[in-house]
């Protein structure tokens, strides 16, 4: 009996332990290898791609979420330009611990307007820097839209056949990528390679106030404007923390920081009639079960996947947006299509 008992309690103990260890390793290292990831969230993706399947845009339905929207976020608009942001106003970073206050000077160096036109874009793309669209060909549709949303500066050249050469608004945030010898957070963006890739780039920039972006960093999106208007055509905008928190509020994305992407959507929600998304999934496999690199236009590895966004919570929300014909989820090659 006694020899039973302590048998049991071994296995018991093991399997805990294994638990343990299986969570630690999840939760703290974050280095899962991809293989174990996918069978994670299998059931996951498999509804994600059985749902994606089926599309049809319903305009009704998103004039209402923008309306219920707009209502719940009141009077904050999502991108900040020289027409709505008075002499004065406090710019937020994303923890509202810090916050730069916008003088004549600063007001200056933003773009004078954002939209530049007052009607809505009928087609927009926003374009992610998933894996999905390696070799998907979807370049040209791509361009076919009235105004392309890309995050992150991702290169343009080299990959017009899977995500198109158009370019209005592109975010910019200072991130691990963009560190500097030094250790300025931003620092990279005063390199020469730097100021030539912008060459590749049309429209408006958008600042987003990142993590990396500290209290005393909040400057740097007007020492970047400047830096833009010497070596530039390009008109920079800022993404509003307080609107991408009402967001997040609002669809329940609580605890995280909404990605570029996430910010992305939420200005499309306010400025175009029909939204597409390209780039956006967030698994390892495409949905026929062959692996996928993190990004299409990076050799990253999986393992330094962002979890500190709610990368699940807002794909989740996105499929769902794709069901309710709010906007549509592309995760199929595009060359099927035609
Ligand atoms: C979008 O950018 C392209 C160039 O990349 C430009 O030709 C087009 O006019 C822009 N669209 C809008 C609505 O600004
Ligand atoms: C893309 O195509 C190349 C060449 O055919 C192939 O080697 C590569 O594995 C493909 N990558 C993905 C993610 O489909």
Redesign the pocket.
Known sequence: MMKYSTRRLCVWGGLLGIVYITFIYRHNILAYSALVYWKANWGELNTAASLLHHHKFDKTRFAEVRKDLKKFINIQEPVLCQANTKIGYKYYGIYFKEDVKIDEVKRGLLAKTFP??KSR?SKCAIVGNGGILKNSSCGKEIDKS???FRMNMPRIQEFVNDAG????LTSIACSAKTISDDGDPCGAYYSKEFLNSLKEY??YLLWVPSSWTHASSMKSAFTFAELLQKNSNLQLVLSNAEYSHKFSEYWHINGKSISSGMTMVSIGLSFCEEIHLYGFWPFPVDTSGNSLPMHYSEDIPWTTYQWTHGFSTEFSLLTELHRQGVLKLHVENCDLNI
């Open positions: 530049p036109k874009f009235d105004f392309v050469r158009k370019t209005n049309n429209g």
